[in-house]
């Protein structure tokens, strides 16, 4: 397959006044009609061919302007000669025939569980009909459903219902890309909302008879998510129902079709007897993302698939914004910069990486990653620190003006910070278009009284960008004196050069210096400092993510010495943890997230930037180790923690509950190490909500117990197919490393392993990957069950192979034995004549 590059763009031929399209449904047999009222485009050269993608349709019939024509469609569509075209605008008219029945790929119209239902994000609008499927062609869309199932659902408001069929209009231009429908048994939770423009909108989320219990947090959750949007960006909703659906088999996360939101039904069902705080978390997020997609990607959407973090980083920005406002501003960025760095960091260093702006693609849907995404709004955060509150909120506002209707650019995003800013942004705009986590060191001098720094910052080569011009860097900076008290508050150092030096005077000590402060800029820091040094900023610092971050460094320095040298945690890293564990001034959840430990992939990633080739078996055992001596050391406070953390009356999965929660599991997680279980078993017992039930049984299987209590799990959750995602996950993701791929492989022989759900592939084979001791075995069973089922996935879904197969992406981290072990299984999920183009590309990427 050829590459698609940004440099070759070219606006489209023929634009689009109004599309109509009839569905008569059916498992194997669905016909689309489709009446597309074509004009010529006064911004592209006149007299262009008509060319219409298409993939996998048969075409029953065509005709322009009433008159029969012979089309004759190749791979990918079909095209109509200029010279068979009317002068000016025609309409094109077009019979087809798909079967959504057999669409194992969850692109275009599928069949999940009885229902029909749409994912044409990005190009899956093609398996639906003949079509210029392009985000910068935007349409009115009006839709008829005939179908005898009773809930037909698609953009825009209702038109019109009979027996036996349903009618939609949507009046906002959109692209197909946002085109949706639903039709199935399904029953709706209805509240109404009053926008600040008056519009009384009805609010559904429709799900599976059974499931209305598990809706009031989603539709809360929206509530919520409209009155935001209106009360910090001043958007309000634009039509007179909002529809969102829960499907079983889906790709994505969620989607934010006009009107008609498709949602994973895992990021829409809770109860507090299902669901953990995290998951209740992940809705609220997810439900609001998708819903502020109707300004920052509906609206105003992408020129082309290049510009996705337009609307992706944006949105996802505004989504972080949201929680924050909901739950707790600090705990959030810290969740924030551990899941970039966790995945966006480690993408960036290795063969897939590539720039928030990606100047080629072979499949676009291999680009929607943690780049695109949280860096994306990595770099929104960075710009409205650059320009101010202030004048970010009238960039804004400058964009909803200017490009509302419009298909943009980052060009265009760039612009209005320019404008509203009165600020030249063509270095930031660097941001976009070089790949690569740059290393920014920072260096302290300190003389009579005078503080210096030296800082440096430095980009590595990635695949396709040997060199890397400097970036505009924000580094947040503040003092703090060894007291604790603050002696310079936060500043930010705009770092635009290879070396810059900053000098500090009048200083009446030295200082403790708190850089980076907030996460400013995303970024590796290296910042020497003493161990004493990153104590005082855990216990003072001003900035509660310094904090954070000051107690991840001592946690890293000595995990990395245990797994270099043997060396064990000293008394100082001990206390500290028992300080923050016992400081109640401290929200407990922060105080979860200091208490927890590097991951091991996180390791490997530190282990790796340092020079060093990490040992997974290492870097397992070490991490076992601290916390075993964590465990022992801190008993006594870890017990006390369990028993003050409890949350007495009814479930609330409100932040403090599960801040609450959070701790509690967490202590309980560490002293596992030492009690054998004994605590976190008492939690299963009383467990009367899914947090602590499943939290608990994680833990024991942490510590090789918990056969019983999975057992009575799975008696219990058999009948949840949600649920039941979770015990597949935890027995795999907390196996021993040499049983983890054994217990994988036995897990996919269950009955109940339904491979072509995308959930389900994850929870077992996506746990394997995410298990680094377990999945990097040195005898390549890891590694050869992944790629067989790649391989097997590939065959039904090639979009949810390709993303599940960059759990190899950090191969060439690791020694020799294992990268011939890897690049062996990559060979072999390559060099098939029917490898997909999805996995062929990543594959072919990964290798280099
Ligand atoms: N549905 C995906 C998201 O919202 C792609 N647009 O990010
Ligand atoms: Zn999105």
């Given at each position: 397959a050829q590459p698609i590059y940004l440099a070759d763009y070219q606006p489209p031929a023929f634009l689009i006044e109004q599309v109509e399209l009839t569905f008569r449904l059916a498992p194997k047999t669905t016909r689309v009609v489709s009446q597309i009222r074509f004009a010529p485009n006064p911004a592209a050269a006149p007299g262009q061919d008509l060319r219409l993608d298409g993939e996998g349709l048969t075409l029953i019939a065509a005709s322009i302007d009433g008159a029969h024509v012979t089309a004759t469609p190749d791979a990918t569509g079909l095209s109509m000669a200029a010279a068979t075209l009317p002068d000016g605008p025609f309409t094109w008219e077009a019979e087809v025939e798909i079967a959504p029945e057999g669409n194992t790929a969850l692109e275009?119209?599928?069949?999940?569980?009885?229902?029909?239902?749409?994912?044409?994000?990005?190009?899956?609008?093609?398996?639906?009909?003949?079509?210029?499927?392009?985000?910068?062609?935007?349409?009115?869309?009006?839709?008829?459903?005939?179908?005898?199932?009773?809930?037909?659902?698609?953009?825009?408001?209702?038109?019109?219902?009979?027996?036996?069929?349903?009618?939609?209009?949507?009046?906002?231009?959109?692209?197909?890309?946002?085109?949706?429908?639903?039709?199935?048994?399904?029953?709706?939770?209805?509240?109404?909302?009053?926008?600040?423009?008056?519009?009384?909108?009805?609010?559904?989320?429709?799900?599976?008879?059974?499931?209305?219990?598990?809706?009031?947090?989603?539709?809360?959750?929206?509530?919520?998510?409209?009155?935001?949007?209106?009360?910090?960006?001043?958007?309000?909703?634009?039509?007179?129902?909002?529809?969102?659906?829960?499907?079983?088999?889906?790709?994505?996360?969620?989607?934010?079709n006009k009107g008609l939101n498709i949602f994973n039904s895992r990021y829409v069902l809770a109860s507090g007897v299902t669901a953990t705080d995290s998951d209740f978390a992940a809705i609220e997020r997810i439900i609001a993302h998708e819903y502020f997609h109707?300004?920052?990607?509906?609206?105003?959407?992408?020129?082309?698939?290049?510009?996705?973090?337009?609307?992706?980083?944006?949105?996802?920005?505004?989504?972080?914004?949201?929680?924050?406002?909901?739950?707790?501003?600090?705990?959030?960025?810290?969740?924030?910069?551990?899941?970039?760095?966790?995945?966006?960091?480690?993408?960036?260093?290795?063969?897939?990486?590539?720039?928030?702006?990606?100047?080629?693609?072979?499949?676009?849907?291999?680009?929607?990653?943690?780049?695109?995404?949280?860096?994306?709004?990595?770099?929104?955060?960075?710009?409205?620190?650059?320009?101010?509150?202030?004048?970010?909120?009238?960039?804004?506002?400058?964009?909803f003006a200017r490009h509302d209707g419009q298909a943009c650019t980052i060009e265009d995003w760039i612009a209005v910070f320019e404008d509203a800013a009165g600020r030249d942004l063509s270095q930031f705009k660097r941001w976009y278009e070089q790949a690569g986590t740059?290393?920014?060191?920072?260096?302290?001098?300190?003389?009579?009284?005078?503080?210096?720094?030296?800082?440096?910052?430095?980009?590595?080569?990635?695949?396709?960008?040997?060199?890397?011009?400097?970036?505009?860097?924000?580094?947040?900076?503040?003092?703090?004196?060894?007291?604790?008290?603050?002696?310079?508050?936060?500043?930010?150092?705009?770092?635009?050069?290879?070396?810059?030096?900053?000098?500090?005077?009048?200083?009446?000590?030295?200082?403790?210096?708190?850089?980076l402060r907030g996460f400013s800029a995303p970024v590796q820091l290296a910042h020497a400092q003493s161990s004493a040094e990153r104590a005082i900023l855990l216990g003072h610092d001003t900035d509660p993510f310094a904090r954070f971050e000051a107690g991840r460094n001592l946690a890293r320095d000595i995990l990395h010495a245990m797994i270099r040298d043997g060396a064990r945690p000293g008394p100082e890293y001990l206390e500290a943890m028992r300080l923050a564990l016992t400081d109640h001034a401290l929200d407990p959840a922060f105080r979860a997230l200091v208490l927890r430990l590097p991951g091991e992939d996180e390791l490997a990633q530190s282990l790796h930037a340092a020079g060093h080739t990490p040992d997974p078996d290492a870097?397992?055992?070490?991490?076992?180790?601290?916390?075993?001596?964590?465990?022992?050391?801190?008993?006594?406070?870890?017990?006390?923690?369990?028993?003050?953390?409890?949350?007495?009356?009814?479930?609330?999965?409100?932040?403090?509950?599960?801040?609450?929660?959070?701790?509690?599991?967490?202590?309980?997680?560490?002293?596992?190490?030492?009690?054998?279980?004994?605590?976190?078993?008492?939690?299963?017992?009383?467990?009367?909500?899914?947090?602590?039930?499943?939290?608990?049984?994680?833990?024991?299987?942490?510590?090789?117990a918990g056969a019983e209590e999975g057992a009575q799990f799975h008696r219990q959750w058999q009948g949840d197919r949600l649920v039941m995602d979770k015990w597949f996950a935890a027995q795999v993701m907390h196996a021993a490393p040499e049983r983890a791929a054994k217990i994988a492989a036995a897990l996919t022989d269950h009955a109940a392993f339904d491979w072509k759900n995308p959930n389900r592939f994850r929870a077992v084979i996506g746990s394997l990957g995410a298990h680094p001791a377990g999945f990097h075995r040195k005898d390549g069973a890891g590694y050869r069950l992944v790629a067989d089922w790649l391989i097997r996935l590939d065959g039904a879904n090639p979009q949810a192979a390709a993303r599940v197969s960059t759990v190899f992406e950090t191969w060439r981290r690791y020694d020799h034995e294992r990268q011939a072990l890897i690049r062996a299984e990559l060979t072999r999920m390559q060099d098939r004549p029917e490898c997909s183009r999805d996995m062929g590309e990543m594959v072919g990427r990964m290798l280099g």
């Open positions: 275009g119209l599928y069949m999940s569980n009885g229902m029909y239902c749409t994912q044409c994000e990005a190009e899956g609008f093609r398996k639906i009909t003949f079509y210029p499927d392009r985000p910068d062609v935007m349409a009115p869309f009006r839709v008829r459903i005939e179908s005898d199932l009773p809930v037909l659902l698609s953009n825009g408001n209702p038109a019109g219902r009979g027996p036996g069929w349903a009618e939609w209009d949507d009046p906002h231009p959109k692209p197909s890309y946002l085109f949706a429908l639903v039709a199935g048994e399904l029953t709706a939770r209805t509240v109404r909302f009053t926008t600040m423009e008056g519009r009384d909108v009805t609010l559904n989320i429709w799900v599976r008879p059974g499931d209305e219990d598990k809706t009031a947090y989603a539709l809360d959750a929206l509530k919520r998510s409209m009155l935001w949007d209106e009360q910090v960006y001043g958007r309000a909703y634009d039509l007179d129902i909002f529809n969102i659906v829960a499907v079983d088999d889906f790709n994505m996360g969620a989607m934010e109707n300004w920052t990607g509906n609206r105003i959407t992408c020129r082309d698939w290049f510009q996705l973090s337009l609307k992706e980083g944006l949105t996802v920005f505004r989504d972080q914004q949201f929680m924050g406002d909901m739950r707790s501003h600090a705990v959030k960025r810290i969740e924030d910069v551990l899941t970039l760095r966790a995945r966006q960091f480690r993408e960036d260093a290795g063969p897939l990486a590539h720039p928030v702006r990606p100047e080629s693609y072979v499949e676009i849907n291999n680009f929607y990653t943690a780049t695109v995404y949280e860096k994306g709004a990595e770099l929104i955060r960075m710009l409205r620190l650059l320009v101010g509150d202030a004048q970010y909120r009238g960039a804004l506002d400058l964009y740059p290393k920014v060191t920072l260096l302290e001098d300190w003389q009579d009284g005078k503080l210096t720094l030296t800082l440096r910052q430095h980009t590595a080569p990635t695949p396709g960008q040997p060199l890397k011009e400097p970036l505009l860097i924000p580094v947040a900076l503040g003092l703090i004196a060894p007291d604790g008290t603050e002696l310079l508050p936060t500043q930010i150092l705009e770092l635009d050069s290879p070396e810059q030096v900053f000098r500090f005077s009048d200083l009446p000590t030295k200082p403790v210096v708190s850089a870097i397992h055992t070490a991490r076992r180790l601290a916390l075993r001596r964590m465990a022992d050391a801190l008993a006594p406070d870890l017990a006390r923690v369990v028993e003050d953390m409890d949350t007495p009356g009814p479930f609330s999965p409100d932040a403090r509950d599960a801040g609450r929660r959070a701790l509690r599991l967490a202590a309980a997680g560490v002293l596992a190490h030492a009690d054998g279980g004994a605590k976190a078993r008492a939690i299963f017992a009383q467990a009367d909500n899914m947090t602590e039930q499943f939290g608990a049984w994680s833990a024991l299987l942490a510590v090789g």
